[in-house]
Structures are given as structure tokens and as C-alpha cells.
């Protein structure tokens, strides 16, 4: 018999707002472009998508590798006609991005504490690492994880490592998160356990994902006051199997 021990937090949009500062600068990236092109005849989001996924090799996750892309992009947009000064309002918006203050989701710590009173928590995130530790320490959380993991990415070898380091199998660990990329269809692929909590507002990216099998050992909740519950749910669907 398999029992669920050790549940995995996402951070970003899980436990804290963080897309919607994204959005909110991609739309500002948009006013300083179309300064220089017709935003009518030129798909100005899709091209900087496009710049920023193939530079996630190269720059990671996170803001700086969003401000890198946005010059990138915004360069090629504009056929290099973008003066030094919009490129410096790129380079504010994203200072801007790092000192946002943390927003808490409703009901998120309460959630968290009850989840932690029955389980092992450990806290997943990928994403700029100074930025990332910041967050965690304004958040006023980091007590209630007994281990903070911040990572390059999150796909099955990721979390094949931090399951080994905690000698859990795949079968003991449940994931809870926003992104069915990032959080949920990894975990399946390793005969994990999920909880997805979609956000308001999500990256293209972070929705790129095909859950092949494991759909009996998942849920969707809508909100952190459901997550004790849902977790509860799969934890004796897993104690039959």
C-alpha cells in the first residue's frame, strides 16, 4: 500500500501573486513598441513569446530573462530604430518587477498550515534565484516548509532528485500548483500525485503540457480553501491503490 507523505508547494501564483506584474509589463512593452510599429499589423506579444522561448536555455526563468528578451525583441520589432531612452524604460520596468511586494493568495497561509499538520511540505519554484529568495523571505512562509528547493526548471528529473534526496518514492508525493506544466504533468509522468490550482491569469508557456496518464491521480481545486480537502481526497484515494 502507498501512502502520500511529503506534499510539494509551488510558490508563484500558488501561494503569491506573480503573473498578473507579467502581464501588466508585457502590456507596457506593447505602448513602448507601438511608439515605433503598427500593433494593428504586427502581433508584438507572440513575437517577444517567440524571443523568450527560445532564450529560456540561455537566460532561464524570471524577470531578467523577460527584460533580456524584451530588448531583443523590441530591437527586431522596431528593425533596430528603438531609441537608447525606451530601452532604458524596459530596463526600469523590470527593477519595477523585482521590488513588487509579495501578495499573499487569500487564505493561502491557513491552507499551507493545514496541509503541513498532516504532511511533510517542501516548497518547489524555479525562476531567478536572488529574486526567488526574496519572495520566499517577505512571504513570511518560509517557517512553515521543511525545505525550500529552488530550481532551473521542473520536469521529471527535477523532481526524480529532490524525491531521492527526501528517499520518497513517486508514489508518496503529491504537487500542488498552478501550472500544468511545470507542477502537475511531471509528477503524473513519475506516478505522482497532483492538486492543480489554475490561476487567473497564466503564461503560454506554463499551459503547454498533455497529461497522458495519470488523470485518476489528480484534481482541480479553485481556490486555497479547498486544498486541504482535495489533498485529504487523493491521500485515501492513494491508501487503496
Known amino acids: 500500500m502507498t ?19 507579467f502581464d501588466e509589463a508585457q502590456a507596457e512593452f506593447e ?46 520589432i522596431t528593425g533596430g530604430r528603438i531609441a537608447a ?11 519595477g518587477l523585482l521590488r513588487h511586494p509579495v501578495e499573499l493568495l487569500p487564505g493561502i497561509r491557513r491552507a499551507v498550515e493545514a496541509v503541513a499538520s498532516e504532511f511533510e511540505v517542501v516548497l518547489i519554484t524555479k525562476g531567478d534565484l536572488f529574486h526567488q529568495e526574496a519572495k520566499v523571505r517577505d512571504s513570511g512562509l518560509s517557517d512553515l516548509f521543511r525545505r525550500i528547493e529552488i530550481v532551473s526548471e521542473k520536469d521529471a528529473p527535477t523532481y526524480a532528485r529532490v524525491l531521492a534526496e527526501f528517499d520518497a518514492g513517486a508514489g508518496e508525493f503529491l504537487m500542488i500548483g498552478n501550472s500544468l506544466r511545470s507542477d502537475i504533468a511531471p509528477v503524473l509522468a513519475l506516478g505522482g500525485w497532483g ?9 503560454a508557456h506554463e499551459t503547454e503540457a498533455e497529461i497522458v496518464s495519470g488523470e485518476e491521480r489528480m484534481c482541480v481545486v479553485a481556490e486555497p480553501a479547498e486544498l486541504p480537502a482535495a489533498v485529504a481526497m487523493l491521500a ?3 491508501d487503496v491503490r
Open 3 to 21: 501512502q502520500i507523505r511529503l506534499v510539494g508547494f509551488d510558490a508563484d501564483d500558488t501561494l503569491w501573486r506573480s503573473q498578473d506584474y
Open 31 to 76: 505602448r513602448i513598441v507601438g511608439h515605433y510599429v503598427d500593433l494593428a499589423d504586427v502581433r508584438v506579444l507572440d513575437a517577444l513569446y517567440a524571443v523568450e522561448t527560445a532564450n529560456i536555455a540561455v537566460f532561464g526563468y524570471g524577470v531578467k530573462g523577460m527584460t533580456l528578451s524584451m530588448i531583443e525583441s523590441a530591437t527586431q
Open 85 to 95: 531612452l525606451d530601452l532604458h524604460r524596459i530596463v526600469e520596468m523590470a527593477k
Open 195 to 203: 492538486v492543480h490550482m489554475p490561476y487567473r491569469t497564466t503564461w
Open 236 to 238: 485515501a484515494r492513494a
